[in-house]
């Protein structure tokens, strides 16, 4: 996503149009759901994707049409009903509506905003998309720090409501798409090995910031891990000297001994950290988990640990560990675990 609006601002900074395609709404068997993004430019290259296919292609040919034609913006429903399917290339259902809009110069104050915010990601952020055809482009911000900025036609008493979904289209006139930019929250990351090599870029790319923890100078090293928002070498046995785990985090430990990761679980089950994974097989787990009982932390507390961590995709090699890890982050996200 901020690759996105990168080559966004890059494009308008060089006085260069572009447009911005949003799904804003989208049901049955859609290839891409609300929230997908597609930045289309003048030379005809593309940014991001909204599901590929017919739809996508004619998503492209409409932001060129813009373009060339100096319009301004545009809403276009897919319908993708059964007997409609074939006519625009796709093989399953559904419906999509995507918001086209045609950004210029002007722009580029509310896309510095958006880029800082998903670099920063240390506080919720709303992106605000108005639905409106035939009017100049209008994106709009709320965070708790700025309140609401950019999008003057909309109320925070209409906005309000609209901050409790994961994506929601106000179908009133005026009509906006609210979607979160920026969820707070890092993954915490003990053991820069193998897997850790593999998954922290895996983490970045689908858009988590990651905080890289280790005990060996030679693994906590930033060149490691260039997607790292941080890179810290310390002591597992007191990483409250150097961070503090919130309810917006997840913990990920993958240390090279169980000593060290039973450290780190007896530390972080104090903290209320949403998702808590610790790599190993089921003996480890079984056998980390009676210790941590020893200790006094009642089951409820220990069944917050996913152990083995990661979904049963039959990973072995460390990069399709790091995927299963990955995949099961994102379902946490999603609300799906």
Not at 31 to 39: F, S
Not at 40 to 54: E, K, L, P, S
Not at 74 to 85: I, K, M, Q
Request: with cysteine; proline share 6%.
């Amino acid at each position: 996503m901020k690759e996105l609006f990168e080559a966004l601002r890059a494009a308008l900074d060089r006085g260069e149009g572009a447009v911005l395609c949003t799904i804003v709404a989208s049901s049955g068997s859609a290839p891409r759901g609300a929230g997908a993004k597609m930045a289309v430019f003048a030379d005809g290259a593309c940014r991001g994707t909204i599901g590929g296919g017919a739809v996508e292609r004619k998503s492209q040919e409409y932001a060129q049409e813009l373009l060339r034609s100096g319009g301004a913006s545009l809403v276009h429903a897919f319908r993708l009903s059964p007997n409609e399917v074939q006519d625009i290339g796709m093989i399953c259902g559904g419906n999509v509506t995507v918001a086209f809009q045609v950004l210029d110069a002007a722009a580029l104050p509310v896309l510095d905003a958006i880029v800082e915010a998903l670099t920063r990601c240390d506080e919720d952020v709303w992106l605000i998309t108005p639905v409106q055809e035939g009017l100049s482009w209008s994106l709009g911000l709320y965070d708790a720090s700025h309140g609401l900025r950019f999008a003057d036609a909309l109320s925070m008493e209409d906005l309000r409501p609209m901050l409790l979904s994961r994506g929601v289209l106000r179908k009133e006139a005026p009509s906006f798409y609210v979607e979160p930019l920026v969820r707070a929250g890092v993954v915490y990351l003990f053991g820069g090995g193998h897997v850790g090599r593999e998954l922290c870029p895996l983490l970045a790319h689908v858009g988590f910031r990651v905080v890289l923890f280790d005990d060996r100078p030679q693994a906590a090293l930033p060149q490691r891990f260039p997607q790292a928002s941080r890179v810290i070498l310390g002591d597992y046995r007191r990483i409250f000297d150097h961070i503090t785990v919130t309810d917006r985090d997840y913990v990920v430990i993958m240390t090279p001994g169980h000593q060290s990761d039973f450290e780190l679980l007896a530390q972080v089950l104090t903290t209320p950290a949403p998702y808590i994974g610790c790599i190993g097989s089921r003996r480890k787990a079984a056998a980390a988990r009676e210790r941590l009982a020893e200790l006094g932390f009642p089951p409820a507390e220990l069944d917050r640990v996913h152990s083995p961590i990661g979904l049963p995709i039959g990973g072995e090699t460390p990069a399709e560990i790091a995927i299963s890890i990955a995949a099961q982050l994102i379902a946490h996200r999603s609300g799906r675990l």
